[in-house]
C-alpha cells in the first residue's frame, strides 16, 4: 500500500513537470489571448478540482446519513477543506485572467459568481462543523447540510446566466457539442485535469488516513 | 396515541403561535431591527432616489438580514426553555418541522406586510404592481422560513449561533433572493417581468421543501 501511495505521488509529480513543460513551450498563443491563455491550464482544471470535490463531499454526506461511519465523515469533511483551497486557486486565477484581459479583477460576471456561492457554500459548511463540539452531531448536522447546499447549484447553473452579462469563454464542451480548441491544447488540457483528479485524490487518500491514524 | 400528520402540525403551529403570542419578543425584535435598518438607509440616503432595482436590492438585503434574526429563532427558543427534549420524544418530526415552517413562514410575511409599506413610504418608491409584489414577498418569505427552520434546527447546540445562520442561509437563499430582486424591481419600474423568475422561486421553494422533510428525519432521530 505504502509503495503504491508513493509510486502515485512520482506519476503526479512526473506529470505535472511535464506539463509545466507543455503549458510553456508546447501550447501555441491563443488567437486574441496571446500567452495569457496560459493561466487556462491552471484555472480550468482547479475549478474542475473544486467541483469534483463538492461532488464526492455531498456523496459522503449521503453516504454517512445512510450508514453513519467515521470515514465517511472525514472524506466528505476533508474534500471540503481542499475544495475550499481549490476553490480559492481558481478564484484568484480567474481574477488574475479576468484583469489582464477585460481590465478589472471582479465584475459579477456568471462564473465568477457561481464560483463565489460554492466558495461560500465551502466557507459555511467548515464554519458549521467548527462551532459544534459533539463529534457524532457534527457529523451528522454537517452531512445534512452538505446535501442542503448541494440544491442549490443546479438552479445557480440556470439562473446566474440571466442575471448577468457574460465576457467568459465559452466552456470547452459547450452547448454545440463541438470542441473548438486546438488539438495541441486539448490534450495539455485533459492531461492537466487528470493531473489535479490525481492531486485531489492522492491529497483526500492521505488526509483520510491521517485523520484515522490521529482517531485510533 | 396515534394523530393524524395533519392533527400533529396544526397541535404544533398552535403552540408555536401561542407561544409568540404570549411573548412578543421574539417578533417585536424583528420589527425593530428592521424599522432600524430601514431607517437608517432612509436618513443615510438624504432624499436620493434609488433606482428601481437598487430599490429592489435594499429591499430585499434589509428583509434578508431583520427576518433571519426571527427564521432562527425556531429552535434556539426551545433550546434555550430546554422543551426540546419534551418536543423530540412526543411530536413526530415531520409534524415539528412543518408547525414550525409553516407558522414562522406565517409570521415573516405579515413582519414583511409591515416592513415594505414603511420602506415604500421612507424612500417615496411607486409601486406599478401590488399583486406581483405579495406573490415575491409570499414566495420569499416561505423559503426563509423552511431554510430557517432547518438550519436553526441544526444550529442546536452549536457553540457561536450569532451570525451564524446569515452564512448558512445566504448560500441556500441566493436562487430565491436573485429572482425576487428582479420582480420587486419590475414592481417599482413598471417594466414588464419575465412570470419565470415566480415560477422558479415557487419551485425551488417546494424542492427546498421537500428536502428539509426528507432531511429532517436524520436530524431528529439521534442514536
Not at chain 1, 464542451?173 to 483528479?197: A, F, H
Request: proline share 4%; net charge positive.
Amino acid at each position: 500500500m505504502k509503495s503504491c501511495e508513493k509510486g502515485l505521488w512520482l506519476f503526479i509529480l512526473l506529470l505535472t513537470a511535464g506539463l509545466f513543460y507543455a503549458v510553456f513551450f508546447f501550447v501555441p498563443p491563443a488567437e486574441g489571448l496571446g500567452s495569457l491563455v496560459r493561466i487556462a491550464f491552471f484555472h480550468i482544471p482547479v475549478a474542475w478540482g473544486s467541483v469534483i470535490a463538492f461532488l464526492v463531499g455531498a456523496w459522503y454526506a449521503l453516504r454517512y446519513l445512510r450508514r453513519p461511519g467515521k470515514r465517511f465523515d472525514a472524506i466528505s469533511a476533508e474534500s471540503a477543506r481542499l475544495g475550499l483551497i481549490f476553490v480559492v486557486l481558481a478564484t484568484l486565477s480567474g481574477a488574475v485572467f479576468s484583469k489582464l484581459t477585460w481590465g478589472a479583477y471582479w465584475n459579477w460576471d456568471p462564473r465568477q459568481t457561481t464560483i463565489f456561492v460554492l466558495l461560500l457554500i465551502y466557507a459555511a459548511y467548515l464554519t458549521l462543523r467548527s462551532v459544534i463540539t459533539d463529534e457524532r452531531r457534527r457529523a451528522r448536522v454537517s452531512a445534512i447540510y452538505a446535501l442542503f447546499s448541494f440544491l442549490t447549484v443546479p438552479f445557480l447553473i440556470f439562473i446566474i446566466p440571466r442575471f448577468y452579462f457574460s465576457l467568459h469563454p465559452s466552456p470547452v464542451l459547450n452547448g454545440s457539442g463541438s470542441i473548438e480548441m486546438d488539438p495541441v491544447m486539448l490534450r495539455v488540457l485533459l492531461l492537466s485535469l487528470l493531473d489535479v483528479t490525481l492531486i485531489y485524490i492522492a491529497l483526500l487518500g492521505h488526509r483520510v488516513k491521517e485523520v484515522h491514524h490521529h482517531e485510533t | 396515541m396515534q394523530v393524524s400528520l395533519y392533527r400533529a402540525v396544526e397541535a404544533v403551529f398552535r403552540k408555536e403561535a401561542l407561544i409568540s403570542l404570549r411573548s412578543r419578543a421574539s417578533w417585536l425584535v424583528v420589527l425593530m431591527f428592521a424599522l432600524t435598518t430601514l431607517s437608517c438607509v432612509s436618513l443615510l440616503m438624504q432624499g436620493d432616489v434609488l433606482s428601481p432595482r437598487l430599490a429592489a436590492a435594499m429591499l430585499w438585503v434589509i428583509l434578508f438580514f431583520s427576518l433571519l434574526s426571527g427564521a432562527g429563532r425556531g429552535f434556539a427558543d426551545e433550546e434555550q426553555e430546554g422543551t426540546l427534549m419534551a418536543l423530540s420524544v412526543y411530536g413526530s418530526p415531520q409534524a415539528v418541522l412543518f408547525g414550525k415552517g409553516i407558522f414562522m413562514a406565517v409570521l415573516l410575511f405579515a413582519l414583511s406586510l409591515l416592513i415594505v409599506p414603511v420602506y415604500l413610504v421612507l424612500m417615496d418608491i411607486p409601486v406599478f404592481s401590488v399583486l406581483l409584489l405579495f406573490a415575491a414577498l409570499l414566495a420569499g418569505t416561505y423559503g426563509m422560513a423552511m431554510a430557517g427552520t432547518l438550519l436553526s434546527a441544526l444550529m442546536v447546540g452549536a457553540k457561536a449561533q450569532n451570525g451564524l445562520l446569515a452564512i448558512l442561509m445566504l448560500p441556500v437563499l441566493l436562487p430565491i433572493l436573485l429572482p425576487a430582486i428582479v420582480l420587486t424591481a419590475g414592481c417599482f419600474s413598471g417594466e414588464a417581468v419575465r412570470i419565470s423568475y415566480l415560477v422558479g422561486m415557487l419551485l425551488y421553494d417546494g424542492i427546498m421543501t421537500l428536502a428539509a422533510s426528507l432531511l429532517f428525519d436524520f436530524l431528529w432521530y439521534e442514536d
